[in-house]
C-alpha cells in the first residue's frame, strides 16, 4: 500500500507560528504584576558556607523578597536519578553553579543590582577538577561517602557508580591476536548551546493550591514529579504547560529554573519570571561530560577482532544529573557497530567540583563513538588496511551481538551505510590525501551504532491521546516535547496516515501535565518511536471507534463504506456523514470518539556483574559519515569541504525531519571535531560566552549530502527507528580520522586546533627531514 | 533613573514611549510593545537572534539603547508579512524545512531580508556571509541557505 505522509517531505506543523514570530518560548509569557528573580551563585566552586546574609537585600526599594537556605529549610534536594542537588545550598557550594540565595524585585535589573548587597562568609576548600583525582582515595570527598558500593582503592566520597562489561574469554581473545593497539582518548566539556536560554514564568493559585509554570523541558512529567516533591507538593499541584522550545539536545532534561520560579511563586503570592544570561546557564547547567576512555584491542593480520578491554572514566562533575546513565552507555556503545567476540570493561563516574555534566546528544555513545572510530583507524592503519574494508570486514550483520549480549534479529543496516557512503562520496582507498598549493586534503570514514529508547528495563513508555472535535477535527494530546527536531509533525503525520484524513485536520492542543499523560522524555533518541507508536496505536483505535459508530448509524458494515478525507462515505451512494456529525452523534449517545493510545516496550535489565541481557535496546540506529577536509599547512586551519552522511533509520516518517536531524548533527559534529570545549580550570569556566566558546557559523558548514537507508522493520511505527542523537555521533571522528590521512598525525581528543594541527605538521617535517 | 522619550516608527506604525535612559531596544521591542518575535539568546552581540532593521541596516536590538532608535523605523519579524500573507522567505523557510526549534528563525529571516534587497541575486558564499552573524544550532545551516536560494531574483516560485 502507498503512503500517504509517511515518508514524504512534510511541512512542519509549527512552522508558520515560528516565521511570523508568534510562536511563544518560555521568556514570551508576561503576566499581570510579575516580579523578577535573580540567582547569587557560589564565589568558590568548593567552599564551607559559614553564612549567607540577605538582610541588606530586602531594603533595597522595588525588592519584594530575599531568600537563603535558611529560609526554607522544607526544601527537599532534587536530581533526575539521584538527588544530590540542593536548590540553596545550605552548608558547602560543590560547583560555581550552585545556588546561594534568590531575589525577587519588581524589575530585572533591581533583582540584579540586590544580589551585590548579599554578603557570603565562606572558607575556601581543595578543588577537585581532575576526575583522576578525584577518585583517588586520599583525595577530599566532595559528597558524603558511599562507602557500600565504592571499589575498595577508590575513593567513597567521589564515585558516583562503576559499570561492568564481560562476554567471552578476554585473555583466550589476546592470544588468538597478532597485533594489539592501545590508546588512550578524551574527550572535554561541551556546552548544548541551545539558542534559547533558560527561563521560565510561573504562578501560584492559594486556594486550589495549584502552581502553574510556562517553562521548557524535554520531560513535562518527570520535571512535574521533581518539583513537587522538592517543594512537598503533591504532583497534581505542579502544572507545566509545554511553550515552544528553542533548541534542547540533552539542556533542557535537568531542572534549571523549575524549582526556583515554584519556589518563589507559591512564596511570594505573585506571578514570577526567571531568565538565566548566557554566561550564567554555561556555568550552572549541565554539561556533555568528558570522558577518557583507555582502549586495547587484539586483532588478527586479516583484521578480525579478537578481543577488545575497555577502561571509561566520566567526569560527572558536582551533581550527578545522569551521569551515572551517560557513563555507562559510554561504555556499553564502547566498541561500536562491530562484532568482538571477548570483551571487558569498567566504567567509573566520578564526582569534581567542574560544573555538573548531565545529557547532551549522543549521552555518552557521542564521546564512545569518536573512542572507538579512533581506535579502529588506529588498527587499521597498523594493519596496513583500508579503514573503509576494515569497518565492513567487523561491522555487525544479522545475528550479531551487541556489547550487552542483546542478538540483533532485525534492522540491522549498517554494512548498507558503509557501502553507500563509499558510493555516493565516491571513496577511493588509494586517493585518501592529497597535497596541493600549500593545501593538504585528507578523507576520513567513521560509523556508529546508538540504542534508541532508555531500555535496560526503564518502564520507557509513551501515551497519545485522540479526540474528535466538534468541528470534525482531530485534536491530539500529547506531552512529548518538541524541541526542534519535528516529532509533533510526526505524530500528527501518523494520525493523519492511519484516518486517511488530510494532515489540516489534525490539531495539537499544547503538552500539559494536566491534560496530556507522559511521553516520557525527548531524548534517548526515542520519541518517534515510543510516541509515534502510541500515536498510530490510538489513531487505530479510534478508527475502530469511527468504523464501529458509522455501522450503527448507517447500519451497514465496512467495507460498505469507507472513512475518507473526513467523512464517512457509503460506497456507490450520495450518503455522507462528517466526522463532526458523527462526533456529535456518539457524543449524545455517551460514547465520545476518543482513544488513547499507550506504546510500553519490554527491555531487560543488563546483568549487573557483566552488563549482559536479552533484549537491552528496542532498536539500533547506525550512521556513517565520510569526510574531506582541507587544512592550510601555513596556519594549521582545517576546513571541512564536504560531508556525505548515510544514516540507517529503519524507515523515513518525515523525510525533510531525518535531512534535517542529519544535517544540523553533521554540523554540530563539526564544532566538536574543531571548536568546541568549555574549558573548566579549577572549577572556573574561562570561556562563558559565545564569543569565547565558538559554535560553527554557516562560513564554517561544509557541503552535507545526507543518503537514507531504510533497513526497515525496526521497532517504530512503520519500521522506523530514531535518528536524533546518531545523526551527530559518526561526524567529529570521521574529521579528525581525515586530519590523520591529510597529515599523518593522530589527535587523540577533541577539539583539533590550528595551533596544534600547524604544531603536528612542523613536528612531521622536522622528523622526516 | 532617568526617562527619555523614544519616538519612532516600528513596522510602520508609529510608537512614543517613555523609557529609562539605559533600556536595550530589544527591552523596548519586547517588553513594552508586546513584540515578542525579536528573540534574546545572548545580550551580548554574538548570536543574532536579536537582529532587527534600523533604517534599513542590521543591528543587535540587544546592543543598541532605545534612545538610539528615537527617529528612526524599525523592522521586526512581525512587519515582514502583511496580514495573512507571508513574504516568500517565510513561505521558503516553511516548505524548505528550514525551521527546526525556530528560535533563530526571526533573526535569520530579517538578515535574509536585507540581504535580498540589496542583492537580489546572491550566490551561496554572498548567502553564507549574509546570515553568518546569526548562529543556528538546529539545521546545519543547508536548509536554511537553500530557502534564501529559492527565492532570489529569477528563482522565485522554483521547485525541484
Ligand atoms: S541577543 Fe543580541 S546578539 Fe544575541
Ligand atoms: S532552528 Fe533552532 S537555532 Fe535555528
Known amino acids: ?769 | 533613573m532617568a526617562k527619555v522619550k523614544v519616538e519612532f516608527k516600528v513596522n510602520g506604525r508609529e510608537y512614543s514611549r517613555e523609557v529609562e535612559a539605559a533600556t536595550r531596544l530589544l527591552d523596548l521591542l519586547r517588553n513594552e510593545l508586546g513584540l515578542i518575535g525579536t528573540k534574546e539568546g545572548c545580550g551580548k552581540g554574538e548570536c543574532g537572534t536579536c537582529t532587527v532593521l534600523m533604517d534599513g541596516k542590521p543591528v543587535n536590538s540587544c546592543l543598541v539603547l532605545a534612545p538610539q532608535a528615537n527617529g528612526r523605523e524599525i523592522l521586526t519579524i512581525e512587519g515582514l508579512s502583511s496580514g495573512d500573507r507571508l513574504h516568500p522567505l517565510q513561505d521558503a523557510f516553511i516548505k524548505k524545512g528550514a525551521v527546526q526549534c525556530g528560535y533563530c528563525t526571526p533573526g535569520i529571516l530579517i538578515s535574509a531580508y536585507y540581504l535580498l534587497k540589496n542583492n537580489p541575486r546572491p550566490n551561496r558564499d554572498d548567502i553564507k556571509e549574509g546570515i553568518s552573524g546569526n548562529l543556528c544550532r538546529c539545521t546545519g545551516y543547508v536548509k536554511i541557505i537553500e530557502a534564501i536560494e529559492s527565492v532570489t531574483e529569477g528563482r522565485e516560485g522554483h521547485e525541484e
Open chain 1, 1 to 769: 500500500m502507498r503512503n500517504r505522509y509517511v515518508g514524504k517531505k512534510i511541512d512542519r506543523v509549527d512552522a508558520r507560528d515560528k516565521v511570523t514570530g508568534k510562536a511563544l518560548y518560555s521568556a514570551d509569557f508576561y503576566l499581570e504584576d510579575m516580579l523578577y528573580l535573580k540567582v547569587l551563585r557560589a564565589p568558590h566552586p568548593h567552599a564551607r558556607i559559614k553564612s549567607v546574609d540577605v538582610s541588606k537585600a530586602r531594603t533595597i526599594p522595588g525588592v519584594a523578597m530575599a531568600i537563603s537556605a535558611k529560609d526554607v529549610p522544607w526544601v527537599k534536594n532534587f536530581g533526575m536519578i539521584f538527588k544530590d542537588q540542593e536548590v540553596l545550598v545550605r552548608e558547602k557550594t560543590r560547583y560555581m553553579g550552585d545556588a546561594l540565595a534568590i531575589v525577587a524585585a519588581e524589575t530585572e535589573t533591581i533583582a540584579r543590582q540586590a544580589l551585590d548587597y548579599i554578603e557570603v562568609d565562606y572558607e575556601p576548600l581543595p578543588v577537585i577538577s581532575d576526575p583522576l583525582k578525584a577518585l583517588e582515595k586520599e583525595s577530599p570527598y566532595i559528597h558524603e561517602p558511599r562507602e557500600e558500593n565504592c571499589d575498595p582503592g577508590l575513593n567513597p566520597g567521589n564515585l558516583l557508580c562503576t559499570h561492568r562489561l564481560e562476554r567471552g574469554d578476554l585473555e583466550r581473545g589476546f592470544s588468538e591476536a597478532d597485533v594489539i593497539v592501545e590508546n588512550e582518548i578524551r574527550t572535554p566539556h561541551i556546552e548544548h548551546v541551545a539558542l534559547q536560554p533558560e527561563a521560565g514564568v510561573a504562578k501560584y493559585d492559594k486556594e486550589t493550591g495549584v502552581c502553574t509554570m510556562w517553562v521548557a523541558t524535554q520531560w513535562l512529567h518527570d520535571i512535574q514529579a521533581d518539583v513537587a516533591q522538592a517543594l512537598d507538593m503533591k504532583t497534581e499541584q505542579v502544572q507545566i504547560i509545554q511553550p515552544a522550545i528553542g533548541g534542547a539536545f540533552g539542556k533542557r532534561e535537568d531542572v534549571s529554573v523549575h524549582i526556583i520560579i515554584a519556589l518563589m511563586a507559591i512564596l511570594t503570592g505573585r506571578p514570577v519570571k526567571m531568565e538565566m544570561t548566557r554566561e550564567e546557564l554555561m556555568i550552572t547547567q549541565n554539561k556533555r561530560h568528558p570522558i577518557i576512555f583507555r582502549h586495547k584491542t587484539g586483532v588478527k593480520k586479516d583484521g578480525t577482532i579478537t578481543a577488545w578491554k575497555a577502561e571509561v572514566i566520566g567526569d560527572t562533575g558536582a551533581y550527578a544529573s545522569t551521569g551515572s546513565a551517560v557513563v555507562h552507555q559510554a561504555l556499553y556503545m564502547c566498541t561500536g557497530p562491530y562484532n568482538v567476540p571477548n570483551l571487558s570493561g569498567v566504567s567509573y563516574t566520578a564526582y569534581t567540583n567542574n560544573t555538573y555534566a548531565g545529557a547532551m546528544r549522543g549521552f555518552g555513545a557521542t564521546q564512545a563513538a569518536f573512542a572507538y572510530e579512533t581506535q579502529m583507524d588506529c588498527i587499521a592503519a597498523e594493519l596496513g588496511l583500508d579503514p573503509l574494508e576494515f569497518r565492513k570486514k567487523n561491522a555487525y550483520e544479522l545475528g550479531s551481538m551487541t556489547p550487552n549480549g542483546q542478538i540483533l534479529t532485525t534492522s540491522v543496516g549498517v554494512k548498507d551505510t558503509l557501502e553507500k557512503a563509499a558510493e555516493v562520496f565516491g571513496y577511493k582507498p588509494d586517493q585518501l590525501s592529497k597535497e596541493e598549493n600549500g593545501k593538504i586534503r585528507g578523507i576520513g570514514v567513521a560509523s556508529s551504532m546508538f540504542g534508541c529508547g532508555y531500555g535496560e528495563g526503564f518502564p520507557d513508555h509513551s501515551i497519545v491521546d485522540l479526540e474528535v472535535t466538534d468541528e470534525g477535527k482531530i485534536l491530539v494530546h500529547s506531552a512529548a516535547a518538541d524541541v526542534g527536531q519535528g516529532i509533533l509533525t510526526v505524530v500528527c503525520q501518523i494520525v493523519a496516515e492511519v484516518l486517511d484524513i488530510p494532515l489540516e485536520l489534525v490539531e495539537l492542543a499544547p503538552g500539559d501535565t494536566h491534560t496530556s499523560k507522559n511521553a516520557g522524555s525527548t531524548s534517548a533518541t526515542r520519541q518517534t518511536i515510543f510516541s509515534g507508536n502510541a500515536a498510530k496505536l490510538a489513531a487505530e483505535e479510534l478508527l475502530g471507534k469511527i468504523y464501529h459508530r458509522a455501522s450503527l448509524e448507517l447500519v451497514k458494515h465496512h467495507p460498505q463504506f469507507l472513512v475518507q478525507e473526513g467523512e464517512i462515505v457509503l460506497q456507490g451512494t450520495e450518503t455522507r456523514i462528517s466526522l463532526a456529525e458523527l462526533a456529535k452523534i456518539a457524543r449524545e449517545k455517551g460514547d465520545p470518539l476518543h482513544a488513547e493510545g499507550c506504546y510500553f516496550p519490554r527491555t531487560d535489565v543488563p546483568d549487573e556483574a557483566t552488563g549482559q541481557g536479552n533484549l537491552v535496546y528496542v532498536a539500533y540506529t547506525f550512521n556513517t559519515h565520510i569526510a574531506e577536509i582541507e587544512i592550510d599547512k601555513y596556519t594549521g586551519e582545517t576546513r571541512v569541504l564536504r560531508v556525505v552522511a548515510v544514516p540507517d533509520v529503519g524507515r523515513v516518517i518525515n523525510r525533510i525531519g531525518v535531512e534535517g536531524q542529519s544535517e544540523g548533527g553533521t554540523v554540530m559534529g563539526v564544532g566538536m571535531a574543531l571548536m568546541e570545549k568549555q574549558v573548566i580550570e579549577e572549577g572556573i569556566t574561562k570561556n562563558a560566552d559565545l564569543s569565547t566558546y565558538l559554535i560553527p557559523t554557516s562560513l564554517d558548514m561544509p557541503e552535507i549530502i545526507t543518503e537514507i537507508v531504510e533497513s526497515g522493520d525496526a521497532a517504530g511505527p512503520y519500521g522506523a527507528k530514531g535518528i536524533g542523537e546518531p545523526a551527530l555521533l559518526p561526524a567529529a571522528p570521521a574529521i579528525i580520522n581525515a586530519i590523520y590521512n591529510a597529515t599523518g598525525v593522530r589527535f587523540f581528543h577533541t577539539p583539533v586546533t590550528p595551533d596544534q594541527v600547524f604544531k603536528a605538521i612542523k613536528d612531521r617535517e622536522k622528523k622526516n627531514s
